[in-house]
């Protein structure tokens, strides 16, 4: 069996693969609004339940515009990975998605993947463009808001790009379920990095939301072989010592593929954005 691949990344190597921040998350319910920005949607209906920093699972919505794009080969300045060329569909249906709330610049700042459709129904996959996306019709949605720590978006060295990352931010608010605010560093091995995370603050089981980049995808049962991919979890668990993480994942072509992540024989592409939620 072949080792899993590694990228090579422009700048040195930072000396810890990961970080990690308790935070305090609060289940929330909050309705998006058509006719905006998607981003402005997103960050005004956290604001309104009180929230500057947050994670929602999205399911079925419909949009007017969904301006989007895939993975796509290094540009050839030294970074590893790349985005393609705008896509963009009217009437759109995004299936399934994850979106991570946090700050860049002082301003709100949104980072989503999921799949999605437009009028001719064939599912793609990749990372919504927010700006210049816009819901057709309101929509519901559900996930946490969070206090005591957020994702905020610093230049990386490593990598080349402005990442994400966990920032201390003020008190965590009472009422909300102890949780950590996480990001993984780039060919780092998230089946055995996450229990490592979670031992270091005593965490035995938990639940993990987020989203990210492979270097190529592994399932158990099929691989993506493009180098660089794009990946949204569906069903992260701990479970003493032990991660299983299902996703849907895709590479050059936007075609999204799913099932569970095989133990040991993925990397991160770029960076994981996750949110931990300790199970009692």
Request: glycine letters at 12%; proline letters at 9%.
């Amino acid at each position: 069996m072949t080792a899993p691949r590694v990228l090579r990344h422009p700048g040195p190597q930072a000396a810890i693969r990961h970080a990690a921040l308790p935070c305090a998350a609060h289940p929330v319910t909050l309705r998006l609004e058509p006719g905006l920005p998607f981003d402005q949607a997103v960050t005004q209906a956290f604001a309104a339940a009180g929230y500057d920093a947050g994670y929602l699972r999205l399911c079925d919505l419909r949009f007017a515009r969904l301006a989007w794009v895939m993975p796509a080969p290094a540009p050839g300045d030294g970074r590893a990975a790349w985005y393609s060329a705008t896509e963009v569909f009217q009437d759109a249906v995004l299936h399934q998605g994850g979106l991570h709330l946090g700050q860049r610049d002082g301003a709100p700042f949104v980072h989503c993947h999921g799949v999605w459709s437009g009028p001719e129904a064939v599912p793609r996959m990749g990372h919504l463009l927010n700006p210049e996306s816009t819901l057709a019709t309101s929509a519901e949605v559900t996930g946490w808001g969070l206090s005591g720590a957020r994702l905020e978006v610093v230049p990386d060295p490593e990598t080349g790009f402005a990442l994400f990352s966990p920032h201390a931010h003020g008190m965590a608010d009472p009422g909300g379920a102890p949780a950590l605010l996480c990001t993984l560093r780039p060919n780092s091995d998230p089946h055995a990095l996450l229990p490592q995370i979670a031992a270091q603050h005593g965490v035995s089981a938990a639940r993990i939301e987020g989203l990210g980049s492979l270097v190529g995808v592994s399932f158990t049962e099929s691989r993506i072989a493009d180098y660089a991919t794009e990946l949204l979890l569906t069903g992260g668990r701990l479970d003493q010592g032990h991660a299983t993480l299902e996703a849907v994942a895709t590479g050059f072509d936007g075609h999204p593929h799913a099932g569970r992540l095989a133990e040991g024989r993925n990397r991160i592409c770029i960076t994981a954005e996750l949110l931990i939620l300790p199970q009692v």
